[in-house]
């Protein structure tokens, strides 16, 4: 296949309408997936140029795969990045999720220091910018230019609130002053979004964003920090910038001075939502690779497969990357459907998906062994994967940021929407490649005024539960039945917490409470996307075993390792996930064919 899709392609709003490998239509995925597997190749084979083993040496030297970027470049990755009304490809975030995974199945440094650093920065612009800004940012995007992101600071992390980083006026500029550390690509970038203090006054209309065309700052004004090194993803270019009075117009500013924190909390919740879920592609390759090692290893007399152990722990892997994906999924597609709720939604995903997917990859190399941490050979691409998924854990926010902003929000939550009226999510929400309305930058809502749909979508679809007496079945509504009543204990506890427990000083019981809400939302997307998929007939999301096993492992006591999955529900995963890997489908909910061989 030679598909070619140049800088400027223009959109295609068509989707492949050919079967998936189990013969079954593939939803609402768009042909150009499908150019960039095949300009990628199979990543396992040795003579392809853009496989693991150029990407592992490229890594050994702490550099970015440039064979990889220039691939990227023939494909346009940047126009992914722009809206379709100013010439580029981004009319859906799900689609652009699937684009990213291809990324990060192979190589995430190409992930996050060729593409999600763009996009990070690009959605301030789309949320905040004037039409003369949002155009010369889509130029450089559809030329194949970076635009760099620059919020953080050593000395403060994550608290912006607390920058020292200013852009002062003086007369009809600004000046600008400080450091900014840490930031993807800002040396190479051509130009960059930066957070700072615009006013002296304290409170949160004192910041600004900055739009910077860096070739117009004047050389002897500012100086390029030395890069920062890092133990995972080696070849993303972490740097930094330092400003001594620099001057820059005072139109540089995105909106209206003072609204920066606003138009960063906006926009995060689009980045935390997608950036986390882009992360499965990580495991997808992780479980790949360790079903190959494990299909040729031979241990006691018999495979390495033949052990009903590494059996249990492949497919519960499996299962816990479709349950991670599901809730990734819905949150994604809330973006477009319940955009005033998703400041609940992006906090929740961060907190469990990327934790998921750690704690996967973490199993997965129990079963290497030895073989996780070689450096070389056929298991040598996971010593790097498992390196580059820890950022999914800490980069852009940290699980612990997420689950205290939520904290906050659990009273007000019990009381407005955590009811036995309440109106469940509308059903578009549960149809992975299903039809999605515009994207609205301008519906983000700062905060959710605690009201949320997922959580009370679990009991409206119990009710409406179609019959299905088999013993996964059975076992699922027995699942689904716990959750009511659980969210129905979380509305009882949380309604009565006091002030003192809603911040970082709250006690462990209280921390608990967030992760037990976080379970019961997981386990609404699980339940009410099989239901939905079962509805339509004909599909493995229909089939109720990968739900009631995504519902049964949800149930592990907090703290406790996740217990081995039933028999009933095991032997159908396995063969799946088997089937999957011998026919060269992505592991997620929406399969996908790879260029990746079984």
């Not at 050389?219 to 890092?230: K, N, S």
């Amino acid at each position: 296949m030679t598909t070619s899709l140049g800088p400027h392609a223009p959109l295609n709003p068509t989707t492949s309408p050919g079967p998936n490998a189990a013969g079954t239509p593939r939803p609402g995925l768009p042909e150009r997936l499908d150019a960039l597997e095949a300009r990628l190749g199979d990543p396992f084979d040795a003579a392809n140029p853009l496989g693991f083993g150029p990407i592992l040496a490229a890594d050994e030297r702490g550099e970015m795969f440039d064979a990889g970027e220039e691939a990227l470049h023939g494909y346009g990755l940047g126009a992914e990045f722009v809206p379709a009304a100013l010439g580029g490809r981004l009319t859906r975030l799900d689609h652009l999720v699937e684009i990213m995974r291809s990324l990060y199945r192979r190589d995430p440094c190409l992930g996050l220091g060729y593409g999600a650093a763009s996009f990070i920065a690009s959605v301030n612009l789309w949320t905040a910018a004037d039409a003369e800004q949002r155009r010369a940012a889509a130029d450089l995007l559809l030329s194949n230019k970076r635009i760099a992101v620059a919020y953080h600071e050593l000395a403060h992390g994550n608290d912006m609130a607390r920058t020292e980083f200013t852009a002062l006026p003086d007369g009809d500029r600004l000046l600008l002053d400080g450091r900014k550390e840490v930031v993807t690509n800002l040396r190479r970038a051509e130009a960059v979004v930066i957070f700072a203090r615009t006013s002296p006054a304290p409170g949160s209309r004192s910041h600004s964003q900055l739009f910077l065309d860096k070739s117009a700052l004047p050389a002897d004004r500012y100086r390029d920090l030395p890069r920062f090194r890092t133990t995972g993803m080696r070849g993303v270019q972490l740097g930094g910038i330092e400003f001594d009075r620099c001057p820059v117009p005072a139109d540089s500013v995105l909106g209206a001075p003072g609204q920066g924190l606003e138009t960063a909390l906006r926009s995060f919740q689009i980045t935390r939502t997608t950036l986390v879920s882009m992360f499965t592609g990580i495991v997808d390759t992780g479980l790949r690779t360790t079903l190959r090692h494990t299909r040729d290893r031979r241990l006691y007399g018999r495979t390495a497969l033949d052990l009903p152990h590494v059996r249990s722990v492949l497919t519960g892997v499996f299962t816990d990357l479709l349950t991670a994906d599901c809730f990734a999924t819905v949150a994604t597609r809330a973006l477009h459907l319940l955009p005033a709720q998703t400041p609940i939604y992006a906090q929740a995903v961060k907190y469990f998906v990327s934790k998921a997917l750690m704690d996967a990859m973490t199993r997965l190399s129990s079963v290497l062994g030895a073989h996780f941490y070689i450096r070389e050979g056929g298991t040598a691409i996971f010593q790097k994967l498992l390196r580059d998924i820890q950022p999914a854990g800490f980069g852009h926010a940290a699980r612990a940021a997420c689950q205290v902003s939520l904290m906050p929000q659990l009273p007000l939550l019990a009381r407005r929407s955590w009811l036995p009226e309440a109106d469940g999510a509308p059903a578009a929400l549960f149809t992975p490649g299903g039809e999605l309305p515009p994207l609205d930058f301008n519906a983000l809502a700062l905060s959710a005024a605690g009201r949320e749909q997922l959580s009370s979508s679990l009991a409206a679809g119990l009710a409406a539960m179609p019959a299905d007496d088999s013993q996964a079945g059975r076992q699922l509504r027995s699942h689904g039945e716990h959750f009511v009543q659980e969210l129905s204990r979380l509305a009882e506890a949380c309604a009565a917490l006091s002030p003192a427990e809603l911040s970082v000083t709250a006690s462990s019981a209280t921390y608990d409470l967030t992760t037990r809400y976080v379970r019961v939302l997981v386990a609404a997307s699980c339940f009410e996307t099989w239901r939905h998929a079962r509805a339509s007939g004909g599909s493995f999301l229909g089939d109720a075993t990968w739900a009631a096993a995504a519902l049964h492992q949800l149930r592990t006591p907090l703290g406790a390792p996740p217990a081995a999955l039933p028999e009933h529900l095991e032997e159908p995963l396995w063969e799946e996930l088997t089937r999957r890997h011998e026919e060269s489908v992505s592991f997620g909910l929406l399969e996908r064919r790879l260029s990746a061989t079984g």
